[in-house]
DNA sequence: TTCAAAGTTGTTTTT
DNA sequence: CAACTTTGAA
C-alpha cells in the first residue's frame, strides 16, 4: 500500500526515513537528544508488521521502562489503526521473565518462581552473613558486588576463580550461597532475569534454536546503558539474520555505576562487519537557547563521539538561572517564577533533583503555595510496608519454597511466635535437611504440646486456611481479600489504634482493588501473573496525574521524557556534579547527567543553585557547578536578587504525605477547627487533650495526649473525633 | 516475647 | 535530621 509509505514521509525528516526503510541487516542509530530515536524505532516496528509482513510475535523490541513500552504499544496500534499485542515488546526483565516462566524447569526453577526486590535479597544475604559470623560486611555491599557479577555474566565460581585476597574470596563465597539459597526458594533476584535466561539459552539448544527462528527483528532504544550481560543475551536471540536496530547516544549514558557499557553501542561495529551506521543531528524537542546550553557543557567531555546537533526551532526564551542563599529560597523562587506561567500545572512542569532526598524541601513549599504536584521515587505504593506484608502472603502461597516470604509472615501479624521459637525450628529443619515450613509440620497435630508448639499449631491452621481460600474459584480480588482477612492482618490493623495504621488499612484497601484492577485489564490471568507484575513494576509505573501537577523527580528518571518547562535544582558543585569520593568521582557521567536533564525543555528552562543547604541538620557551603561555568554566558539570564523568603517554621514541619498531593480547597475550610488545650473523644482511647496542632482540614494532624497518659499523633480526618469543649 | 528507649547509620542515581 | 537497628527492661 503506497499509503503508508506517504505517510511514513509525512511523519519523518529523509535520514529518519532511511532508517525505517533499512530493514534487514544491522543497523545502528548514533543520535543526540531530542533527534527522533524513539519516533524511528516505533514507525520502523509499525512499518515492519504493515510493509513487511511481519508478524508482532517475531519482532523483540526492548524498551529502558515498561512505560516506555506501553508507549510504543499505543503509538504502534495508533499508526496501524489496529490494536495488535507485541508479546515480545518490553525491558529486558520483563521480557526475561517472559522467557524463564516458559522454561524455569530447565534450570530446576519451576515457572512460579519468585522475583526478589531489594528487601527481599538483604533478608536472604543477612540470614547468610549470620550464619558466617560475618558482621562487619553489609549486606549492601554484598548485594552490591553480587549484581556487578551478575551484570557481567560472572558466576559464583567465575567470582571464586578470579578472586584475590581474602576479601574477594569471601564475596565470592556469600555470592555462592546466595545463589544457592535463591535456588532452594525458587527465587530470582532482578539481575538472575538476564543471567539465568543467558544461561538457559546457552545450556538448551532448541530453546535457543526456538527463538533465533522466531525472532526475525531486533529493535533495541536506550542502547548506550545496556550492560554486558544483556550485550551477550542479544547476541544469543539474534538469528543469522543479523535483523538488528539499535539506538542510542552516548552523550546520555547514566548508568555506568550500574554496569552499563558505552562501549556496547560505541564498537557495536566490531560485532557486524555490514553495519549500516545513521547519524540524526536535527533536534525537534527544545528551543536554539536550550540546545546552545546542552551543546556548550557536553562538549568539555573527552570520551565521547561528537555530534553535530542543531534545530529549526526558535531561539526561545533566555535560560534562567537563579541565585539562591539557602534550599527554601532556592525552593521560594523556583514557585515564584513557575507561576509566572498561568499553566503551571498543566503535566508541562517538570523540577529536577539529582537526589531524592533533595525533593523534600520542593513538597514543603509547594503543599504551601497549594500547588498540586507529584513525586517520581522515593517509596512506591507496593514497596510499603503493609503492602509487602500481604505480597509475602501471596508470594508463599505461589511458591511454598518462597523461605524469605515465609520468614515474613510467620509473626505479621503477632502471633507469640518470636526469634528463638523460629531459631530452634530452623536449627531442626537444618538437621533434617528440611524447610522451616515442613519443620512447622511436625508439630501440626501436637495439641498438647508445648506452648511455641501450639502457636505454631494454630499458626499452620491459618496457613492452611488460605491455601484454601486461594484455590476456590473466586476472583482475583476476593482471593487477596480472604487473605488479608483470614491472616487476621485486617483485624490486627484495624484493631492496633495507632494511627499510621488506619493509613495502613486504606493501603491495603487500596491493594485489593488493585488486585480487582489487573484482573479486569488481564482476564484469565491469575495470582501469579498479578504477582510478576508488581515485581518488574517501576516507578513510571505509577498512575498519577500528571495532567494537572508539576512533576518531581531525579534526573535518572527524567531519561526518555519531554516537558515543556524544566527546572533544574541543586546545581552546586558536590550536589551535581555528586562528588562523593573526590578520587573516584566519575565527572563525565555527571556532565551526561546534566546533558540529559537539559535537553529534557521543550520551551524553557531554569537552572537553580544554593549556597548553602542543610545536610544531615547542618548548613554546608558550596560553588556553583562547574556545569554552570562551562555555559556559553549569552545563554543566560542571572536573576541574584535576594528577595526575602519566609523561612520555614524550623522543627517538624515536614510531615510524611502521599507522594501525590492535589489540594482541596473546600474541604481546607470545612470541619471543626482544632485548637491546643481543647478536649475531645475517641471511640477508642476516650477523652483527650490536644497537645498541637498542625494544618488544616484533610491534612490536618493533632497531637493528643489520653487518658493513658501517652501522647498520639492522629489525623481528624480518619480519627473519629468528637469536640468536647 | 514485646515494646520503648537509646544508638547508629546514611545521600547517589534504579531496571 | 530522621529512619532504621540494636539493646534492655517488663
Ligand atoms: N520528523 C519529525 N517531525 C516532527 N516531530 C519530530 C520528528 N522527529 C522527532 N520529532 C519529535 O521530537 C521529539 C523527540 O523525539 P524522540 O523522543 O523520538 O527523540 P529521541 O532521540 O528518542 O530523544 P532522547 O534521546 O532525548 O530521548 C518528540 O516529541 C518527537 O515527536
Known amino acids: 500500500m503506497n499509503f503508508d509509505i506517504d505517510y511514513l514521509r509525512s511523519q519523518l525528516n529523509d535520514v529518519q526515513y532511511q532508517a525505517v526503510l533499512g530493514y534487514d541487516g544491522p543497523q545502528l542509530l548514533l543520535a543526540g537528544a531530542g533527534s527522533g530515536k524513539t519516533r524511528v524505532l516505533t514507525y520502523k516496528l509499525a512499518s515492519l508488521v504493515r510493509n513487511r509482513g ?42 526475561c521473565a517472559r522467557i524463564l516462566r516458559m522454561y524455569a524447569e530447565h534450570l530446576g526453577y519451576t515457572s512460579s518462581f519468585t522475583i526478589y526486590d531489594r528487601d527481599d535479597q538483604k533478608r536472604l544475604v543477612k540470614k547468610i552473613l549470620k550464619q558466617a559470623g560475618d558482621e562487619k560486611i553489609k549486606p549492601e555491599s554484598v548485594i552490591y558486588n553480587i549484581s556487578n557479577f551478575k551484570n557481567n555474566y560472572i558466576s559464583f565460581d567465575g567470582a571464586a576463580a578470579m578472586a584475590s585476597g581474602g576479601y574477594d574470596l569471601r564475596i565470592a563465597k556469600y555470592y555462592s550461597q546466595y545463589q544457592k539459597g535463591l535456588k532452594a526458594n525458587n527465587a530470582m533476584d532482578f539481575d538472575d532475569l538476564i543471567f539465568l535466561t543467558i544461561s538457559l539459552l546457552k545450556q538448551q539448544e532448541e530453546v535457543r534454536e526456538r527463538f533465533k527462528n522466531s525472532v526475525r527483528y531486533v529493535l533495541i532504544d536506550e542502547f548506550q546503558d545496556t550492560n554486558k550481560a544483556q550485550f551477550q543475551l542479544i547476541q544469543l536471540l539474534l538469528g543469522p539474520h543479523n535483523n538488528i536496530t539499535v539506538v542510542g547516544d552516548d552523550d546520555q549514558s547514566i548508568y555506568g555505576w550500574r554496569g552499563a557499557e558505552v562501549t556496547n553501542i560505541l564498537n557495536f561495529g566490531d560485532y557486524f562487519s555490514n553495519l549500516n551506521t545513521v547519524k540524526m543531528e536535527q533536534n525537534y524537542r527544545s528551543t536554539k537557547n536550550i540546545l546552545g546550553v546542552a551543546s556548550s557543557v557536553i562538549k568539555h567531555n573527552r570520551e565521547r563521539h561528537n555530534k553535530t546537533i542543531w534545530t529549526a526551532n526558535d531561539d526561545g526564551e533566555k535560560i534562567v538561572l537563579l541565585e539562591n542563599e539557602n534550599e527554601n529560597q532556592e525552593a521560594e523562587k523556583i514557585i515564584r517564577q513557575l507561576k509566572n506561567d498561568d499553566t503551571f500545572s498543566n503535566g508541562e512542569t517538570a523540577i529536577f533533583y539529582r537526589t531524592n532526598a533533595q525533593s523534600r524541601v520542593l513538597e514543603d513549599q509547594l503543599r504551601r503555595h497549594n500547588i498540586p504536584y507529584m513525586v517520581l521515587g522515593g517509596i512506591r505504593f507496593y514497596d510499603r510496608k503493609e503492602v509487602k506484608d500481604v505480597l509475602a502472603y501471596l508470594h508463599v502461597l505461589v511458591n511454598p519454597k518462597d523461605s524469605v516470604s515465609f520468614g515474613r509472615i510467620i509473626n505479621t501479624p503477632r502471633r507469640g511466635i518470636g526469634n528463638k521459637t523460629i531459631e530452634m525450628f530452623t536449627d531442626m529443619a537444618l538437621q533434617n535437611n528440611t524447610t522451616l515450613f515442613e519443620a512447622f509440620c511436625t508439630v501440626e497435630n501436637a495439641y498438647n504440646g508445648t506452648a511455641a508448639e501450639k502457636k505454631i499449631a494454630s499458626f499452620l491452621k491459618i496457613y492452611r486456611a488460605l491455601e484454601a481460600a486461594v484455590q476456590q474459584e473466586s476472583s482475583l480480588a476476593e482471593k487477596v481479600d480472604a487473605v488479608i482477612e483470614l491472616s487476621g492482618y485486617h483485624a490486627f490493623l484495624k484493631e492496633s489504634g495507632i494511627e499510621d495504621d488506619r493509613d495502613r488499612l486504606e493501603n491495603v484497601a487500596e491493594f485489593v482493588a488493585a488486585a480487582a484492577d489487573f484482573e479486569n485489564r488481564n482476564p484469565g490471568k491469575g495470582l501469579a501473573e498479578f504477582l510478576q507484575e508488581i515485581s518488574l513494576y517501576t516507578q513510571e509505573d505509577e498512575v498519577k496525574v500528571r495532567q494537572s501537577s508539576v512533576t518531581l523527580m531525579t534526573v535518572h528518571s527524567a531519561k526518555g521524557l519531554e516537558f515543556s518547562r524544566v527546572f533544574l535544582t541543586g546545581l552546586e558543585d558536590g550536589l551535581f556534579p555528586l562528588i562523593r569520593d573526590a578520587d573516584n568521582a566519575d565527572i ?3 556532565r551526561r547527567l546534566f546533558y540529559v536533564a537539559v535537553t529534557r525543555a521543550e520551551k524553557k528552562l531554569v537552572l537553580s543553585f544554593a549556597t548553602s543547604r542543610r545536610t544531615w541538620g547542618n548548613a554546608v557551603f558550596a560553588d556553583p557547578s562547574r556545569f554552570i561555568n562551562e555555559i556559553e554566558p549569552h545563554f543566560l539570564t542571572r536573576e541574584t536578587g535576594m528577595a526575602r523568603v519566609t523561612a520555614p517554621k524550623t522543627g517538624r ?5 502521599e507522594d501525590q498531593y492535589i489540594p482541596n480547597y473546600e474541604e481546607e475550610c470545612e470541619g471543626p477547627a482544632f485548637f491546643q488545650g481543647q478536649h475531645v473523644q475517641h471511640k477508642l482511647f476516650g477523652m483527650g487533650t490536644i497537645l498541637k496542632t498542625e494544618g488544616f482540614g484533610e491534612s490536618a494532624r493533632l497531637v493528643i495526649r489520653f487518658q493513658d497518659g501517652n501522647p498520639k499523633k492522629m489525623i481528624p480526618k480518619f480519627a473519629k473525633l468528637t469536640v468536647l469543649d
Open 54 to 95: 511481519v508478524a508482532p510475535h517475531q519482532v523483540l523490541a526492548v524498551t529502558f521502562t515498561n512505560k516506555a513500552a506501553r508507549e510504543m504499544k499505543t503509538r504502534v496500534a495508533k499508526i496501524l489503526e489496529t490494536p495488535c499485542s507485541f508479546p515480545w515488546l518490553g525491558t529486558f526483565h520483563s521480557v
Open 653 to 657: 514541619h515536614y510531615e510524611p504525605v
Open 588 to 590: 563525565e557521567e555527571e
